[in-house]
């Protein structure tokens, strides 16, 4: 029965001026079509609807109630949602959310399973109802583990055949009293025997039948869920810092927190309920992130639509308040905090009530004046500018206010939320029953040929080292006179836009923010700012020789400027650069800049500056900066990623890794096998190389030795899961060394910085024991640039293989495109500059070409819709998606994504003295090509 407030002649539907426009825009932000489905991978801000504190109980009912009635039908649910309604302060929201969620909508909407909520739900309650436990030395890890597996047991399944008391089924959850009956059964059974034989055999049998049905595979499960929780998610936040198992975690978290739990007055109790709230709300994003998809069982729950939370928040002092702004808190801290690893997609939240001021300012509510006099407020958007942040993908919380008059006043119809249930026969449905043959037939050959034949041993881009086919000495770099020929071709352009702007044509500025001006070769071959320029330079010519007959393109003008060595003034160059916007309406037209191009390094400089612009609404594109969080918080407001993100680049590398034939067999350097251990090598305290790390390492098949590798001695944040600290090449090379002797079939992942790389590779030619084996490392496109100037040529103990995001010139399958630009790229090097190029195979320079091209092709389009060439119309067009053809393969940003583009090339090189060789390529980078159907581990 509906349950809003139509009846008895009160006002009824949802209240608020444009909320009709929300209404429009909140449908297919839950429930969208069949066809945009791709939607629901973003995260939505969080939207706080604030009502007055003096009417909170009609507010909250005339804003709640017609969304719950738009999700139910004769009571029964649509889609997936929680109504959060806080009573008491103590209180842990989430687990009554976790629960509602899990609850059944109409026919294929079938809800999650949640498997790592319960878990941490369960072990999160026994701290809380047994904190004293932790009064007394010892640890109740051991506690801990048997108590989630009783917990596990009694929902069903497989473990509910390990169940830890067989002798009662009453109390059992869902279907576990049948399986506690039939356990109890099987127990009695293996004690029977255990007692029919008698004596020490008799106690063997009954140890022997224990284990098969309890100790075994409650231990396998124990051991599985931690593996997958520390390695994918908690492992990389605070307080799991130590790299141990879940179970440790908890342990600690008990000892630590228990004081506080104890006595409800503690100074810190809030903040022991705010970390366990945190603990459970991670856990039930990480199950919300990806649902399970039906191969067999086509009816399995699919992302048809969006999980809904409505959090209710009594006004400050009010029963119940503390626990709803902690659950606010705790989903902030897990989505926008300083350390968040929660990944899209996620659920929609609306915070409903009356809410503080100081928790609307922590959440990340901006501020204004209203006057220079006047103290900060806090800015409020209307429902019809909300309504166009329901399509974000994160970014800081909605604030909308209704005031007493909307509340009063008939408001507007919600409708019904009805999934689009297409979903008949996926494509998994019948290419799986198609397969299903196939795969059983493939299965059996692959167990019998390599009986009859022997599993293949070629090594995967041949067997030579870097050095083996042209040994030879590194490439002389003209530093200066490089950069300055680069820096030359962009004014020559400037002056061609300034001639354009004087004949009456429409010219803007773009800003490209570089590390710094290289002093020496070092510094030019560890840093990618010369290909980086020239790749600038050239499509500033291609766009202004183009608009000389096509009056519907924009000329630019490109101001180059330096942030630092390592960025490290990025941040302050754009906090100068958001101020010189605000004051450009005394500046000429040519020199209003309408967008930015940046960064080519992830760095929490370049991740902070990025912030900056995002609150500015400047739009910016990316180049070479590959970590997934650039893209997070107010960056996501107006900052597109170019290149593919870690996230996806550490799962091609791992699958690789593990399933490609790249490692030297012991004693032969001409047959080779998968990687069945990973020496990683990271840097805690670099973002590219933490978040690289940490992504290969929870999807690397086998297991890892870690060194956190850092030449100052900075290892702030620490690495959870690091064998140890180095800051001396020499010895890393010894360690490294070590562990080769040890388990010598293993990869070396490189995810630090070049300059680290080429101290450790010249530590091993003076420290390294282990040469007479050839080593493997694998790293990521950091390495590209030194690698191909020729500094290791003389290395024959190194095959390496590093990622790079456009084909080599001369490899099978490379686009005409791409063969188009590197003529033009010759072409330019030898008008601009003297001696032989490292980087005719570099994707430095295709990237910013295409980055820029990017960003033209929407100041072009936005000039079509709005003549002043607004940056808020060059957003616009972003939003509305960018596609064409260009030197790195296909680009294409989907329509409201700030996603890198869909499925872009990742390639993986083999390094060779003579030049790269494509070993794998994965992605659009030819019309008709997809991961997907190139396999693995491109669809890893």
């Known amino acids: 029965m509906p349950s809003s407030d139509s009846g008895h002649g009160r006002p009824g539907g949802f209240p608020g001026d444009g909320a009709i426009d929300f209404i429009r825009a909140l449908a297919p932000t839950v429930v969208p079509k069949y066809s945009r489905r791709k939607s629901l991978d973003s995260s939505p801000p969080l939207f706080v609807l604030r009502v007055p504190a003096t009417m909170y109980e009609t507010g909250v009912r005339r804003v709640v109630n017609p969304l719950i009635d738009a999700m139910l039908t004769d009571n029964s649910r649509q889609l997936p949602y929680a109504r959060l309604i806080p009573e008491d302060d103590h209180q842990l929201l989430v687990e009554e959310a976790g629960t509602e969620l899990t609850k059944g909508g109409t026919n294929h909407t079938t809800p999650d399973r949640h498997p790592y909520f319960h878990t941490v739900r369960d072990l999160v309650a026994y701290i809380r109802d047994n904190p004293a436990n932790w009064a007394t030395q010892g640890s109740w890890e051991k506690k801990l583990r048997t108590h989630a597996c009783e917990q596990r047991a009694q929902r069903g399944g497989l473990l509910g055949f390990a169940q830890m008391e067989p002798s009662s089924p009453e109390g059992a959850i869902g279907g576990a009293a049948s399986t506690a009956v039939s356990t109890a059964a099987s127990t009695a059974a293996g004690a029977a ?54 179970f440790k975690v908890m342990n600690d978290v008990g000892a630590q927190r228990g004081p506080h739990l104890r006595d409800s007055n503690h100074l810190s109790h809030e903040d022991a309920l705010r970390e366990l709230d945190w603990f459970v709300l991670r856990a039930l994003l990480e199950d919300l992130r990806r649902p399970p998809v039906g191969r067999f069982r086509p009816a399995r729950r699919r992302r048809i639509c969006r999980p809904v939370v ?144 022997g599993t293949p041993t070629d090594c995967l881009g041949g067997t030579d080292s870097v050095a083996d086919s042209d040994p030879g000495g590194k490439i002389p770099v003209q530093v200066v006179a490089w950069y300055d020929a680069a820096k030359a071709a962009i004014d020559a352009e400037n002056l061609r836009a300034e001639d354009y702007a004087e004949t009456g044509r429409e010219v803007r500025s773009v800003v490209v923010f570089v590390s710094q001006r290289p002093r020496t070769e070092d510094q030019t071959r560890f840093d990618g700012t010369i290909p980086e320029l020239r790749g600038i330079a050239m499509w500033q010519r291609t766009l202004n020789e183009a608009a000389a007959s096509n009056s519907t393109l924009v000329p630019l003008k490109v101001l180059v400027r330096e942030t630092g060595e390592g960025f490290r003034n990025a941040e302050a160059m754009a906090e100068d650069l958001v101020r010189e916007v605000r004051a450009e309406r005394s500046r000429s037209e040519r020199d209003r800049i309408v967008g930015v191009l940046g960064y080519a390094q992830s760095r929490e400089e370049t991740q902070a500056a990025l912030q900056i612009l995002g609150r500015a609404r400047i739009p910016t594109i990316g180049t070479t900066a590959t970590a997934d ?14 290149t593919p993100a870690n996230s996806r680049e550490a799962r091609i590398e791992a699958d690789f890794a593990g399933r490609k034939n790249i490692v030297a067999l012991p004693g032969s350097e001409d047959e080779c096998a998968p990687a069945e251990h990973a020496i990683v090598v990271e840097s805690s305290a670099d973002l590219y190389s933490r978040s690289l790390a940490t992504r290969f390492m929870a999807d690397f098949p086998g297991d890892e030795t870690v060194f956190n590798f850092n030449q100052e001695g900075d290892f702030d944040p620490p690495a959870p899961d690091a064998d140890d600290n180095l800051r001396s090449a020499d010895i890393l090379a010894r360690r490294i060394c070590d562990t080769l002797a040890k388990q010598p079939e293993s990869v070396v992942y490189w995810s630090a910085r070049a300059k680290d790389f080429t101290a450790f590779v010249n530590s091993m030619d003076l420290e390294g024991t282990c040469l007479g084996q050839d080593i493997t ?164």
């Open 193 to 246: 025997a255990g007692n029919a034989i008698g004596g020490v055999a008799g106690l063997l049998t009954k140890v022997a039948w224990l284990s098969f049905v309890q100790r075994g595979p409650r231990r396998l499960w124990s051991w599985w869920t931690s593996r997958k929780v520390m390695g994918g998610w908690i492992g990389n936040e605070q307080p799991a810092t130590a790299g141990q198992n879940l």
């Open 310 to 453: 409505i959090v209710q928040v009594p006004p400050p002092g009010a029963p119940g308040a503390r626990a709803a702004e902690r659950f606010l808190r705790a989903l902030h801290r897990c989505q926008h905090g300083p350390r968040s690893t929660a990944q899209p997609p996620g659920p929609l939240v609306l915070a409903v009530g009356a809410p503080s001021d100081d928790l609307l300012k922590e959440l990340g509510a901006r501020t204004t004046p209203a006057s220079p006099e006047a103290p900060a407020r806090l800015v409020e958007s209307s429902f019809t500018a909300a309504a166009g942040h329901l399509a974000d993908n994160g970014g800081p919380p909605v604030l909308v206010r209704l005031d007493e008059t909307e509340l009063r006043s008939e408001g507007t119809p919600v409708g019904s939320f009805v999934p689009d249930k297409k979903f008949a026969f996926h494509r998994y449905v019948p290419t799986t029953a198609m397969t299903g043959a196939t795969v059983l037939a493939m299965t059996a050959a692959a167990v019998l040929i390599p009986c009859w034949i």
């Open 629 to 642: 969080e650039m893209s997070e918080g107010d960056a996501s407001f107006s900052y597109w990623p170019f």
């Open 777 to 940: 490392v694998l790293g990521g496109n950091e390495l590209t640039n030194v690698a191909q100037t020729g500094v290791f040529r003389n290395k024959t103990w190194l095959r390496l293989y590093y990622s790079a995001h456009r084909m080599p010139y001369d490899a099978d399958g490379t686009s005409t495109k791409t063969k188009q630009f590197v003529r033009e790229y010759e072409s330019f090097v030898d008008d601009t500059t003297d001696g032989t190029d490292p980087w005719k195979q570099d994707g430095h320079s295709a990237v910013s070409y295409d980055a820029f091209h990017v960003l033209s092709q929407a100041v072009s389009e936005a000039y079509q819709s709005d003549p002043a060439i607004t940056r808020n119309s060059v957003v616009i067009e972003l939003r509305n998606g960018v596609h064409f053809d260009g030197a790195t393969g296909s680009v294409s940003y989907a329509e409201g994504s700030n996603a890198p583009p869909v499925d872009k090339t990742l390639v993986l090189l083999r390094q060779l003295a003579d030049g790269p060789r494509a070993v794998v390529a994965c992605g659009a980078y030819g019309e008709d090509e997809t991961s997907e159907k190139q396999g693995p581990p491109c669809a890893s």
